[in-house]
């Protein structure tokens, strides 16, 4: 080496540019915090332009996840979850403080899941985010847990993703999993407060029908 080599002004090496195509295929970066109740919790929003999506009318679907995980009393692990669906051009309208939109009308389920994927796997990401988590599937799930004797047993648990026999990523429901979740007993508690609600609101139409029924006999009768 010469005596002024090392003076040389070392060339730059080129930033590599990434395509459009690699960023696309990037894991969408999933926020984690703790809780006012020292809990800590993962949460991704998702953005998604697809038309079966659009229909639901919303955009983005936002799953907040307990990162410590449940265990049923057979051993299957399951995590706590809320999911709420909301546009993402929506006004946030705040009252006393509180968030009552879309964005934060959270719906309370059980879900299988694979955390590492969960963080670092865009197309894991995606089946989770738009098929698991499409709104009218959870809310179709949600309300056949209401049901003591459904044909699809569930409470509020709606399934995982995980790979076929192909490689592909699809959702799944574990029977066991959602036959065990539906006998737990709050989710017994929460099928009789919904027929109490049920017969309630039924004798309260009763009443109502009763009461328009002497209205109209005493306007007859004048």
Known sequence: MGLFDKFKK??????????????????????QYIGKDAKTYCQLDYYSLSPEIRRQMYDTTRLIVDQNPEFLPSGHKVYNAKVSWYGIDDCEYIVDGEDIGRKSDMESIRIGLDMEKFMNDREYQDVLMTELLSKNRVMRYKEQGLQDNSEHQCGNYIGYVDRNE?????????????????????????????REKLEADKQA??????????????????
């Open 10 to 31: 070392k060339k730059e090496e080129p930033t590599p540019i990434q395509s459009q195509e690699e960023k696309d295929n990037m894991a969408i970066p999933v926020m």
């Open 166 to 194: 192909n490689g592909k990523y699809i959702k799944k429901f574990n029977l066991g999993i959602g036959e065990e979740v539906h006998a737990l007993p709050e989710q017994v508690n929460r099928r009789q407060r919904y």
């Open 205 to 222: 139409r009763n009443a109502e029908r009763e009461r328009r029924i002497r209205k109209l006999q005493e306007e007859m009768e004048k």
